[in-house]
Every structure is written in C-alpha cells, then in structure tokens.
C-alpha cells in the first residue's frame, strides 16, 4: 500500500473536519433535545407551583370558615345547655298596688 505522505497530510484534516462536524451535529440533538425537556419540566414545576399555592389559600379559607362554624356551634350548643333564666319582677314600693281581680266563684247558669 502506498499512500503518499501528501495524501495523509490532506486526508488526516478532512477525517477531523468529518468527524468533528459528525459529533456537533450529533451532540448539538442531544443538547437540544435536552434543553428541550427541561424548558418542559421547568414549565410543569411552575404549573405545580400555582397550583400548589392556589391549593394552600383554599386550605386556609376552608380552615377559617371551619373555625367560623365551631365557633357558631360552639356558642349555639353552650346557649341552648345553658340553664334557663329566670326573671322575677321586684315590684317597686312606690307604685300602687295593681287592681285585682274578684276570685272566681262557680255560677249556676242553668235555667230555674
């Protein structure tokens, strides 16, 4: 085999060139396809983040109408346990006494 030194000095940098161009296209598909994914992760973490926060403002205002209806139920429950009131009248000593009515006495309505 006689391959002249000129040959290899010319086919040596088309073999790189060849080569290198072949490892960029194929290692530039992979970056993008790469980047591409994480552009998509990136977008589904801030949906999960929305979602996340939207979810913790519902919990908290379930929380507080929660609270709201113990607290109602709370007071509902102690005012209905709770032993009745009884309200007594003081009659005043300056006001007269009221008029009273005649004791009830049994009538004969039969005709004689």
């Known amino acids: ?3 002249e030194i000129w040959m290899m000095v010319l086919a040596v940098p088309v ?6 161009m072949l490892c960029r296209w194929f290692y530039m598909r992979r970056i993008k396809d790469g980047q591409r994914r994480l552009s998509m992760l990136d977008g589904t973490y801030q949906a ?4 996340q926060a939207q979810a913790r403002r519902q919990v908290e205002e379930l929380q507080r109408v929660v609270a709201e209806y ?3 139920l ?17 009659p005043d000593p300056d006001l007269p006494d009221p008029p009273r009515k005649a004791p009830v006495t049994w009538a004969d309505t ?3």
Not at 15 to 20: I, K, L, P, R, V
Request: proline share 8%.
């Open 1 to 3: 085999m006689n391959i």
């Open 48 to 51: 999960t983040l929305k979602l």
């Open 74 to 90: 709370t007071t509902a429950e102690l005012t209905r346990r709770a032993p009745p009131v009884v309200k007594v009248m003081v």
């Open 110 to 112: 039969q005709p004689l």
């Open 70 to 72: 113990r607290r109602r």
């Open 15 to 20: 073999a790189m060139a060849a080569t290198w």
